[in-house]
């Protein structure tokens, strides 16, 4: 049986994508103890960018995960390619128009959509959704970047719930030590493990495995 293909998608830029396609990955391979792929799509190179630092962090053969990268059509090959030999595969696309964003959502079992709780990003969001219902991919949105106590967030999931989308009810806050994870090519688990952001991103994967599988 192949693995799972997770593709994170946002056609609007600064929700947080790249982020949370690495956070997933090393969630996942923690948590469901099988082995985990991510491949880069995006032309900015993100997340290969972050694994750089991994591997030169950890050591080239202590990641926890295996790399590649892939450009248009050849984003559904490689992702099926890899699925049959990893658990899950997750994969970053870039945050462009339907073309690039194609053939990932098509090879993908699920696209996870991260969405910062205002009305200008619900609005963006429309079109990833849009696209993974012509391809015949459930969605699933994920709040993230949410600021602390603001009443604006609750509005948003009651719009999201309201708009038809189907969401996780786990969510990511906005909290610097995301940043601060990726810079040195870890997540939040691994360099803060008892923070309140290890914390949701447990519950947050905790809850996807439990959705998808």
Do not use: C
Not at 4 to 28: D, F, M
Request: glycine share 8%; aromatic share 4%.
């Amino acid at each position: 049986m192949s693995g799972r293909i997770l593709t994170v998608a946002q056609q609007k830029g600064g929700s947080g994508k790249t982020t949370l396609a690495a956070h997933l990955a090393v969630a996942l391979a923690r948590q469901s103890g099988e082995p985990v792929a991510i491949l880069d799509v995006d032309p900015q190179g993100s997340l290969g960018t972050w694994y750089e630092a991994r591997e030169n962090r950890l050591g080239e053969d202590n990641t926890g995960l295996e790399f590649r990268t892939a450009s248009g059509w050849g984003a559904r090959r490689e992702a099926r390619s890899l699925a049959r030999s990893h658990g899950y595969v997750l994969i970053d696309t870039a945050p462009k128009t339907d073309t690039d964003a194609k053939p990932a959502i098509d090879a993908a079992d699920f696209v996870i959509v991260p969405i910062q709780p205002t009305p200008v990003d619900l609005w963006a969001t429309a079109q990833t959704v849009e696209l993974a219902a012509r391809e015949d991919t459930p969605a699933l949105l994920v709040l993230n970047r949410v600021p602390p106590r603001a009443s604006l967030t609750e509005e948003m999931a009651d719009a999201i719930k309201a708009s038809g989308y189907d969401a996780l009810n786990a969510r990511l806050g906005n909290r610097t030590v995301f940043a601060a994870a990726m810079g040195r090519g870890h997540s939040v688990m691994e360099e803060a493990p008892s923070s309140k952001a290890a914390l949701e991103v447990g519950l947050l994967v905790e809850e996807l495995i439990a959705r998808i599988e």
